[in-house]
């Protein structure tokens, strides 16, 4: 059987328990929804790699070591990643709204804290504030656009702006990180997230409307503190490996616990009469392939441009600015490909655009090997920017083919899934891949190898799931 069925603006839905499709066009208060949903996604994004460029600066102030920086990050990817299946959850059983609008004010305020923090511990403990806020905002705000939006041409539409403004996300907070830390310090990363906070936050409100599992079963207790546990000791094991590598006792130690405990978590799903994970939702082919699909995707795209911002800096020594301008322009054509994903999605569906956007991103990501060692800018920008168009194809039908056919009920959960591979394939990317460039012989050794497995690694799983996908969930 083919990947999937072509569909267009006229199909119904899939699934018994959504409502008849509506045309794509968004106007009045849906309009206002997705503004809200979006600019917290994106904002959660921007938090992801604004801080980068500012590390050094950052460290200088506080009083920071250079080893101890890596928490300015991790202290943020901990929380994010390891609480998002419990906080998708939770949002399902007690209101996806109350939830949304409690992890927006914490963030806001973890951001404050962390802007005006006055040693390297009030600092730390913002950002590991601000990694829960996310946590809660990411799978209530995807649950609140799958439930608000119907699935076909609305949901496709949300998706591709939410899955451009994610993508663009990490890529803007790399600009803005640079321009904002020599005009203003690195203070001002920080001072952005708040801002953008204190735009969104008053409008939530009145618009969002409250959407939870009408049910109301038990909270899985023990599958919460497996999960939450075991997605911990992953990350944090998987980041610290970055630095101080795979023999180290720590990380061998809280590597080993969260197998340990991630593996608990699935025996203590298989029994319990309430799960908070469906196993059965998990052996979908459609859910399982398609998180595959999304976690190679994010981990290879910002581990790429993680790596070609040193090559652009590092080796062909163009200023920030420079390095600025050439993400700018995948950027927009990232904006780009967020406006013509829905149609190739309609056109053809969304398990053939997934397979094919990861083909793409994957041979486009090989064009990126003909870089040289002392010229190349251009060739990154044809090559990252066009790769990006892929990407942002992966991030929407990826989304799509997850959530699709999964009762209201039950997108909490769904949506938990994506935004926890989406969370934990940007955390665990560079530390695995990127580490690669700054430990070969030479920093453009370095870059090239990564370059070229993040290359097979999208075109290995593009092949593998369209095998996997050849049947129905």
């Avoid at 601000?130 to 699935?151: N, Y």
């Avoid at 990363?189 to 969002?208: H, N, Q, S």
């Avoid at 652009?312 to 904006?335: C, K, M, N, P, R």
Wanted: glycine share 10%; net charge positive; proline share 5%.
């Amino acid at each position: 059987m083919a990947l999937d069925t072509p569909t267009t603006p006229t199909t119904p839905p899939t699934s018994p328990t959504r409502p008849e499709a509506r045309p794509a066009r968004l106007t009045g208060r849906a309009a206002l929804v997705l503004f809200v949903l979006c600019a917290a996604q994106f904002m959660v994004a921007l938090d992801f790699s604004v801080l980068n460029v500012a590390l050094p600066s950052l460290g200088a102030d506080l009083g920071m070591s250079q080893s101890a920086l890596q928490w300015a990050v991790t202290a943020f990817a901990l929380p994010s990643g390891g609480f998002l299946l419990l906080f998708g959850r939770t949002g399902d059983l007690f209101g996806r709204r109350k939830l949304f609008l409690a992890g927006l004010a914490l963030f806001g305020t973890a951001s404050l804290l962390a802007t005006f923090a006055w040693d390297p511990a009030s600092f730390l403990a913002g950002r590991a504030l601000q990694g829960v806020g996310a946590a809660a905002i990411v799978p209530t705000g995807m649950s609140l656009l799958t439930t608000t939006f119907p699935e076909g041409p609305q949901r496709d539409r949300a998706l591709g702006i939410s899955g451009t403004l994610l993508s663009l996300g990490f890529t803007v907070g790399m600009v803005l990180g640079g321009v904002l830390t020599d005009a203003f310090g690195w203070r001002s990363t920080m001072g952005l997230l708040a801002l953008f906070t204190l735009i969104v936050l008053p409008l939530a409100p009145g618009i969002l409307t409250e959407s939870r599992n009408p049910q109301r079963p038990r909270l899985d207790v023990p599958g919460a503190i497996t999960v939450t546990g075991g997605l911990l000791s992953l990350i944090y094991a998987l980041s610290t490996a970055a630095e101080r590598g795979f023999g180290d006792a720590d990380v061998v130690i809280t590597l080993i616990a969260g197998l340990a405990l991630l593996t608990a978590f699935v025996l203590i799903e298989s029994r319990t009469r309430e799960p908070l994970v469906s196993l059965p939702m998990l052996r979908r082919p459609s859910v399982a392939w398609g998180n595959v699909g999304g976690l190679i995707t994010f981990s290879t795209m910002t581990t790429a441009v993680f790596v070609l911002t040193l090559y652009l800096q590092e080796i062909l020594h163009l200023s920030a600015s420079q390095t600025g301008l050439i993400f700018g322009v995948q950027g927009v054509l990232s904006v780009v490909a967020g406006t013509l994903t829905p149609k190739v999605v309609g056109r053809f569906g969304a398990r053939r655009t997934l397979v094919l956007s990861l083909l793409a991103q994957g041979v486009l990501m090989a064009g990126l090997l003909t870089i040289g060692a002392t010229s190349g800018a251009l060739l990154v920008t044809v090559f990252i920017s066009l790769a990006s168009m892929a990407h942002l194809g992966a991030i929407v039908s990826y989304g799509l083919t997850v959530t699709s056919g999964v009762p209201d009920a039950e997108q909490g959960l769904a949506t938990g899934l994506v935004t926890t591979t989406q969370q934990v394939s940007m955390t665990v990317g560079i530390p695995l891949l990127g580490v690669l460039a700054t430990t070969q012989s030479t920093l453009f050794t370095g870059v090239r190898l990564v370059l070229a497995l993040a290359s097979a690694l999208v075109i290995a799983a593009a092949l593998l799931i369209a095998l996997g996908l050849r049947k129905r969930a």
